[in-house]
């Protein structure tokens, strides 16, 4: 299927329905595909073919996320360009992708003069939100774009190995790279997430988190079912928890800084969150402390995705009913798991040397099946390293245990070894989210003429509280005992995080160092 066939078939269902609402505005089924149809023909005539690369420069947008309809519908790639990168990261990345054409709002013209001229391949510019006498001159405006085009059919459907996506994967880590992810990779997804979550009736799926992400892909599922996308256009805990219970919500997406930001929130406990079917969270560990306040705050429909741009979202999952053991208790003993391994991926532990590990013994997370990439754009090298051994690698640290559940104890690069004893940082990071007085944390390494390296915990108080370090020390030695325990606690107001919320631990690294 192509993106668009997500949005046909729930067309299919009913095209009076609604389907994409922001700010009060509902556009039909059948407004949004005719849209994208007009979006289609516009490409096309300004030279736009099967197999192009087409980015996308746009905060939460109902028009930004109808245009990737366009895209798929001329045969084209999507490429999605987050806003919040540096000018510099967003012209390597169109420049890797080979983009011919970009669309982007007003907001950002100033991003974007500031690169197209170092982008010769880029072509074709417009403006999705500004008129003749707004938008830059060397842009098209959106009138001009959609005026072009017959806005008939021009694409043959496409085989399942053809790009659907080429999406960045950041660069905080090194230069970014071009994930390649198929047809038959985004159909893997969403049948996992049709088969392990819960969907009663037409679902409204609220994406307050950025379409460019996770809250984007999302979509997919709720279209095939004829279901209602809300779109935030900016993230605000407030109004997400007002738009749950205007909209009847039934399925959102939040990572775990912004779960805890809800739970902290003075009108959680007065809102009606009664017609939420599941509550997404992942792309970061949560605390197993907050997740069971969640499960009896906001309620039994807390359920965890686990998975990574190369193999989008559904490596395990954990429906909301796997919260919980049969007599309706919390199983508070998979609160720390991942879930189990989806049902169409393999997953395997293995060692440094290729071997497969059994239930138990820990090493890197390893998974095959249609879920996985089609490899790193332009990158054989990486490509290859990735997929040592027949498997691809995520570079997680985890184990199954006997019933089958992923626990991912670190990522590699995050472990922390010192006086000889491997300590993983999210284990302690699990035990500083139990302290009453935590917001949030990272745990990282640093060096120690001592130890080699020494834990050090940065953590960021809840409102109104100022955490004792000598205390905090004490409180995580008391549950995982003396040589997991910081050596060093600090206390910041905030934490540094990127673009999508993760929290930077190279800048913490980084930070820490110079302040020594």
Request: one cysteine or more.
């Amino acid at each position: 299927m192509r993106l668009a066939d997500y949005l046909d078939k729930g067309a299919s269902l009913g095209p009076d329905a609604p389907c994409l609402t922001t700010d009060g505005t509902t556009s039909s089924y059948a407004d949004v595909q005719e849209l994208s149809r007009r979006v289609a023909g516009g490409l096309v005539a300004r030279g736009v073919a099967p197999g192009d690369a087409v980015a996308i420069v746009s905060s939460n947008d109902p028009v930004a996320f109808t245009t990737v309809f366009g895209i798929s519908r001329v045969g084209a790639v999507w490429c999605p360009i987050n806003p919040r990168n540096e000018a510099s990261e967003n012209r390597e990345l169109l420049e890797l992708f080979g983009c011919t054409t970009l669309v982007f709002q007003a907001s950002y013209a100033g991003l974007v003069d500031q690169i197209r001229g170092d982008l010769p391949a880029l072509t074709t510019l417009v403006c999705l939100d500004a008129g003749p006498d707004d938008a830059p001159a060397w842009a098209l405006t959106w009138t001009e774009l959609l005026d072009a085009g017959d806005g008939v059919e021009v694409a043959a459907p496409p085989t399942g190995d053809d790009l659907a996506m080429i999406v960045g994967t950041g660069g905080t880590t090194g230069r970014p790279k071009g994930v390649l992810l198929t047809h038959h990779n985004l159909e893997t997804m969403t049948a996992i997430t049709l088969m392990s979550y819960p969907f009663e009736g037409r679902p409204v799926y609220l994406a307050l988190a950025p379409l460019t992400h996770a809250a984007g892909v999302l979509c997919f599922p709720v279209l095939a079912l004829g279901g209602e996308v809300v779109v935030m256009r900016t993230p605000a805990v407030g109004g997400f928890l007002e738009h749950v219970e205007r909209h009847r919500v039934t399925h959102t997406f939040l990572p775990p800084t912004l779960v805890y930001m809800v739970l902290a929130h003075e009108r959680l406990d007065v809102t009606d969150l009664s017609t939420l079917q599941c509550f997404w969270y992942g792309a970061a560990p949560m605390s197993a402390a907050r997740l069971e306040e969640a499960l009896t705050r906001i309620g039994p429909v807390m359920a965890q995705l686990f998975g990574q741009t190369e193999a989008p979202m559904m490596i395990a999952t954990l429906p909301p009913r796997a919260h919980f053991r049969d007599d309706g208790s919390i199983a508070l003993e998979r609160l720390s798991s991942a879930g189990r391994p989806a049902p169409l991926v393999t997953v395997s532990i293995m060692a440094a040397d290729g071997t497969l590990l059994p239930p138990g013994d820990t090493g890197e997370i390893v998974v095959r099946g249609s879920l996985v990439m089609a490899g790193y754009h332009r990158d054989p090298a990486a490509t290859a390293e990735a997929s040592a051994h027949g498997w691809h690698h995520t570079g997680d640290v985890g184990y199954l245990d006997d019933d089958g559940y992923l626990f991912i104890v670190d990522r590699a690069k995050d472990m922390v070894i010192t006086g000889g004893f491997n300590v993983y940082s999210t284990e302690v990071e699990q035990a500083l989210m139990a302290h009453p007085d935590v917001q949030d944390c990272a745990v990282v390494g640093l060096p120690d003429e001592k130890w080699g390296e020494r834990v050090v915990a940065v953590v960021q108080p809840r409102a109104g509280a100022r955490p004792d370090p000598a205390e905090v020390t004490a409180f995580v030695k008391a549950r995982i005992g003396s040589v997991k325990a910081p050596k060093q606690v600090e206390v910041w107001s905030d934490l540094p995080r990127s673009k999508v919320g993760k929290v930077l631990k190279t800048d913490i690294k980084d930070r820490l160092r110079s302040e020594a």
